[in-house]
């Protein structure tokens, strides 16, 4: 991992020097070292910040020009990031843990700066959006071919020394591929597999090779054994079923029948459907753990506990909050449920502002696609997002910064194309004559 990290941090050096559009060569390089960009830089006590966010911070100082001026369309979205910030900090000096938190937030600028670059690059360039799809479908059918190969060879074919335990289930191995947590790699799995239905020569209608690349993305999350990833896709569909033209209605019910029969046929060997382990034990622990994680929520309502500081606070004051792994007492980072993770560290108020920028760039897209001022790629954009967030019920899955940037590009695309026709009037209203 230290020599891959160095070699990551060397490519990306070389290229952005070398780049005529270092700009867009981190928006890329971000997507096709998508593997490596989790690998942390820092260590627990400095905010364990990984390659994503080193990047970020040196794009923030090179490229600082293109953070100096704000659209007015997207007004809306700064202003959701500076009252976050400051809810952040309020949080952070007023909990128990002040120093660990405040070096917490240095994690949270990143996701802003990238969000902020991807604008600004698909405005410059309307074709730009196209390639950062390519870059998120070749990460994913990477993850794939890594995938095959672990069935091939075995799971000593990794990118870290050590796999999430619930990688080795008592049924079979739920495959991570280069992830360390199955779970977390089948929520990327179940958000990616919906770009595969866009087809760029006809939004309206997918093509059969459209419908076959997202099948098989799916069969490859039925091997990572997520539940709420499939909860999540589920959802996703359900949504395209109810916007969607017809022509994608057809092939969406034509693909969902296939893949029913493909379960039918092949559920023994799924591990997704073929786990026996005791859905109501499995419940009830996790129901006693949101029980207790509001109650933390209802003695912190206002600014929270402060940002990173959920095993700390737990391990000081609600310690029956723990796992016991290989013989030792490990307490727990986060509650089972990523809304009560945000709800307990930031707060009520800092959590309604993070969900209002991710669902208000949904309710944007969808608004422009029926008042006809966009195309129907917002769609495919909008269905994982609501994939994302059915499985954070039960999956606190953005502390990996890969699941993170896929978010980002999702809602930054939904603002893109909610927003540019408003801001091609508004560049051009300042042009001189």
Request: charged share 15%.
């Amino acid at each position: 991992m230290v020599v891959l990290t160095a070699a990551a941090i060397l490519v990306f050096v070389v290229l952005v020097l070398l780049s005529r559009q270092p700009r867009r060569t981190y928006l890329l390089y971000m997507l096709y070292a998508l593997p490596l960009i989790d690998f942390k830089i820092t260590p627990y006590q400095w905010g364990s910040l990984t390659l994503f966010d080193g990047f970020s911070y040196l794009l923030l100082f090179w490229r600082y020009k293109d953070f100096l001026s704000i659209y007015k369309p997207n007004r809306f979205y700064f202003g959701g990031f500076l009252t976050l910030i400051f809810l952040l900090l309020l949080g952070s000096l007023t909990s128990s843990f002040i120093t660990n938190s405040l070096i917490t937030i240095l994690s949270v600028f990143p996701v802003f700066i990238y969000a902020r670059l991807l604008i600004v690059e698909c405005m410059h360039d309307k074709q730009f959006i196209n390639k950062m799809i390519k870059g998120l479908q070749f990460a994913c059918l990477f993850s794939i071919a890594f995938l095959v190969v672990q069935m091939i060879v075995g799971l000593d074919f990794k990118l870290y020394t050590e796999l999430n335990q619930n990688v080795l289930d008592s049924n079979g191995i739920r495959y991570p591929s280069y992830f360390h947590d199955s779970q977390k790699y089948a929520q990327f799995l179940a958000m990616l597999s919906f770009l595969f239905l866009i087809n760029n020569k006809n939004f309206k209608r997918p093509q059969v090779i459209n419908i076959l690349m997202f099948l098989l993305v799916v069969v490859a999350m039925f091997l990572t054994g997520g539940r709420s990833a499939f909860l999540g896709l589920s959802a996703g569909m359900l949504f395209l079923l109810l916007f969607a033209g017809v022509q994608y209605k057809k092939y969406i019910i034509v693909g969902c029948l296939a893949g029913g029969i493909v379960i039918a046929f092949f559920s023994q060997s799924l591990i997704l459907f073929n786990r026996k382990d005791d859905f109501n034990n499995s419940f009830d622990f996790r129901a006693t753990i949101w029980q207790e994680a509001y109650g933390i929520f209802k003695s912190h309502p206002f600014l929270g506990i402060g940002i990173g500081n959920y095993k700390d606070y737990v391990s000081r004051y609600s310690q029956d909050q723990y796992l016991i792994l290989e013989n030792e007492i490990v307490f727990l980072d986060q509650p089972e449920n990523g809304y009560l993770k945000i709800l307990t560290e930031f707060g009520g108020p800092g959590f309604l502002v993070v969900f209002i920028l991710i669902i208000g760039s949904m309710v944007g897209g969808l608004r422009a696609y029926i008042k006809k001022q966009t195309d129907a790629r917002v769609l495919m954009f909008i269905a994982p997002v609501i994939c994302w967030l059915v499985s954070f019920i039960s999956l606190y899955s953005i502390t990996d910064r890969r699941n993170l940037i896929v978010l980002v590009c999702l809602t930054t695309f939904l603002i893109y194309l909610s927003n540019r026709s408003k801001i091609i009037n508004e560049e051009q209203a300042v042009k001189p004559v």
